[in-house]
T-cell receptor
């Protein structure tokens, strides 16, 4: 599975968009990009995933560059409850795949 | 639909003892994965069970074991506990083996004294 690189931390103001970057320059053609988050003292929560096209769901949007070497998770209107560690994972689908969590990026949403 | 349930939430043991943690997956989910989370090593994959068989295994010593029952509920066991086994143990369920959309429980916080 491709290694991903994320900044250690970032912050944003409540109500503003939070744009969380992720680098995965060695991603292969059949690896998806998954995003999870972990709010303090809880288990990780799946947010969104994509292969090539941009994706949107009720939680967030995922923008993947055309060369697929990086992506951005967008929380359109961040709230205090979005303060969490966000993990970007590049992984193939398949019976032998297993999620490998790095250190993630700590997002702090300020009032 | 009920989420993933892990019991107990907190546990205190002493070195050398053994411990069993329990996980009830979301109804209809047949795969259960276990993870260990520590401040130093982060979230690490332990193993995955599907249809009562271990399908994937992480890089942990044999003291860590698990099993899955016919109703998909799973247990993990750690024998001969060491201080370094103090961690948050997380269970996740998914529809099938190798599925990357997983639903996590709140975890069991194990402290080894």
């Amino acid at each position: 599975d491709a290694k991903t690189t994320q900044p250690t931390s970032m912050d944003c103001a409540e109500g503003r968009a939070a744009n969380l970057p992720c680098n995965h320059s060695t991603i292969s053609g059949n690896e998806y990009v998954y995003w999870y988050r972990q709010i303090h003292s809880q288990g990780p929560q799946y947010i969104i995933h994509g292969l090539k096209n941009n994706e949107t769901n009720e939680m967030a949007s995922l923008i993947i560059t055309e060369d697929r070497k990086s992506s951005t998770l967008i929380l359109p209107h961040a709230t205090l409850r979005d303060t969490a560690v966000y993990y970007c994972i590049a992984i193939e689908s398949g019976a032998n795949s297993k999620l490998t969590f790095g250190k993630g990026i700590t997002l702090s949403v300020r009032p | 639909k009920a989420g993933v349930t892990q019991t107990p939430r907190y546990l205190i043991k002493t070195r050398g003892q053994q411990v069993t943690l329990s996980c009830s997956p979301i109804s209809g989910h047949r795969s259960v994965s276990w993870y260990q989370q520590t401040p130093g090593q982060g979230l690490q994959f332990l193993f995955e069970y599907f249809s009562e068989t271990q399908r994937n295994k992480g890089n942990f010593p044999g003291r860590f074991s698990g099993r899955q029952f016919s109703n998909s509920r799973s247990e993990m066991n750690v024998s001969t506990l060491e201080l370094g086994d103090s961690a948050l143990y997380l269970c996740a369920s998914s529809l099938g083996v190798g599925r990357n959309i997983q639903y996590f429980g709140a975890g069991t916080r194990l402290s080894v004294l």
